[in-house]
Structures are given as structure tokens and as C-alpha cells.
């Protein structure tokens, strides 16, 4: 965390690894971390304490975007490769998958409670699906006409949204696969 020009640490304890992934406002930071045993764990940092986040009956949780309101958006699941999305909001865990997806990415979140992300049922990667979930759980898909492939990796509180579209034969970059977080979960 760089603020003011000092830089702090962000060393969850029993963390073999971990990344920063998002921060709010009230300087709230959320992020993932790996423990000695290979199980990935969301967590939150505020004022030098971590706090552990982890879906209850899950393998792995990675913690993305956390709003001014608190609540904390990401990635679950027992299978990396088919991550669901998850809402953290006063302690209660809501689980998700986009309607007809086997990937659900969530990516982002507003002060409303609204995320967005991608989705995909296509395990190629070739063919993916922007989404936004709203407060009350209603799925609008984002797809930029004429593209193969729509991913949304932010909104603000105005509901505008930010990302990539194109199609396979474009060479346009798509979701992160490499670097997604809890690509590595074991």
C-alpha cells in the first residue's frame, strides 16, 4: 500500500504469497493470499489487521473489489478453472454463477451493491460474455455488438462500465487466464 509516499507491507499472517487486488475509499484492501498448504484465502486488510475471508464449502477464495460500503466482491470454488463469483455484504456470503455460465468472473463493484464481470460456458476462452448482477441478484448482459468476446472489469457509481470486446480473429487481448487470481489454487 502506497500512501503518502510510504509504502507498507501487506504480508497476511501464514502466507506463503499474497496480492493486493482492490481498495475503497476508506482505505479498506482486499486481496488473496496462499497458504503453506496450497488453498487460497480472500482476505481484508484495514489499519494493520488482516481479516480472512473464505466461502464457507468452498476449496479457494480470492477477494477482487471491495466498495466504500464494504461489501467485497471475487472468486470461489472448488475447481480453478470454474470459478464462481461471490458478494460478501455484513458478514453474509452470497454465491453466483451467471445464467448459463461455467466461468462467472466477478470482477467489480459499486457502492450500490452492483458487480460486473464475464462469463463463459465455452472452457476455450473464446467466447465470453460481460454481465451485470444487481443489488437484488438480476443478471443484464453486456456484449459490445458484432463481438465475439465482451469482458466488464469495472464500474463506478455512476453504472458506467469499463473493458475489452473484439472477436478471436481481431488478436484482441481477452480475460486475464494466466494471472487470474486463484489460477493457481490447488
Known sequence: LLERGRLTRLDPPGAVSSQAQGINDRG??????????GRYHGYVWERGRFTTIDVPGTAGTSALEVNN?????GLTGDDPTAPDGFLLDRGR????????????????LDDRGQVVGFSTSDLTGTSFSGFLRDARGRF????RPG?????????????????????PEDQTPGPPTDTAPMGRMA
Open 140 to 143: 443484464t448482459a453486456i456484449n
Open 93 to 108: 456470503f452470497t454465491t453466483f454463477d451467471a445464467p448459463g455460465a461455467t466461468i462467472t468472473f466477478a470482477a467489480g
Open 147 to 167: 463481438a465475439a468476446a465482451t469482458a466488464v472489469f469495472g464500474i463506478n457509481n455512476r453504472g458506467q462500465v469499463v473493458g475489452v470486446a473484439g472477436n
Open 28 to 37: 479498506q484492501v482486499v486481496g488473496e493470499y496462499l497458504d503453506a498448504a
Open 69 to 73: 460500503r464494504g461489501q467485497v466482491t
